[in-house]
């Protein structure tokens, strides 16, 4: 609608079948890939790319992989709702102890793969109140219809993680909170350093995340060198974010 050509990534929902695919495949076979598609389907050299909430941190991931490479494809960097530093990570911390990430490798190894059933509880929980209790007294106590909602619908229909790359994700950015270091990780053989990200990056937070608290979204700003835009927005972690600009609803 404003001119631009949008190529969105649709990611497999993974099952057993993919259970060792890691973060580096996720990056390897993602965005990379990606760019190639793009450039083979549109003839366009530079792409301006988005990541949201974990893509931002996939994302990222990429951009100083692709620095190490001297790869320079991407003209800008948006992150929606993204934490690239896991210094604080508001309430849902309370879910990623050790002892509950060793659950949930107990789970996975079973699996192959993250229930998002079990993530959509975890986030739910963090909002009892707007998430849970407000259609238990509404639907089951007063009897009233659910009212239709685009967001929430949407917001149910959870994907699952494959085990490899879920258990890598959590100890080494919620626990270990790696990725903020220089090197610490390695993902395709590259060790990987978001200081050497130097293309101009947008940051979009809103003020209510309990997922991506927008104060832990502002220190990824602090980890990227090139010209940086932050803004922190309205409501919560998708309707903040996922929101027609006409509807004139939220601010900044």
Known sequence: ??????????????????????????????????????????????????????????????????????????????????????????????FIDEEQIEKIEAEMRTKGYFDGAHMSQAFNLLRENDLIWSFYISNYLLGRDPQAFDLLYWNSDATRMPEKMHSFYLRNTYQRNRLREPGALTLGGVPIDLGKICVPAYFLSTRE????????????????????????????????????PDGGKYNH
């Open 1 to 94: 609608g404003q001119g631009h050509t949008v190529f969105v990534i649709s990611w497999v929902n993974p099952d057993a079948t993919l259970a060792q695919k890691d973060f580096e495949d996720y990056l390897l076979e993602g965005p990379l890939a990606a760019l190639d598609a793009v450039g083979e389907a549109s003839g366009e050299k530079v792409v301006n790319i988005i990541g949201y909430c974990i893509g931002g941190t996939l994302t990222a991931s990429t951009l100083a992989y692709m620095a190490a490479k001297k790869d320079s494809r991407v003209a800008s960097a948006t992150f929606f709702a993204a934490l690239l530093d896991f210094s604080d990570v508001g309430e849902i911390s309370v």
């Open 209 to 244: 995340d309990h997922i991506a608290p927008w104060k832990s979204s502002y220190a990824g700003t602090q980890l990227v060198s090139g010209p940086v835009t932050f803004v922190v927005g309205g409501s919560g972690h998708i309707a903040g974010v996922v929101n027609a």
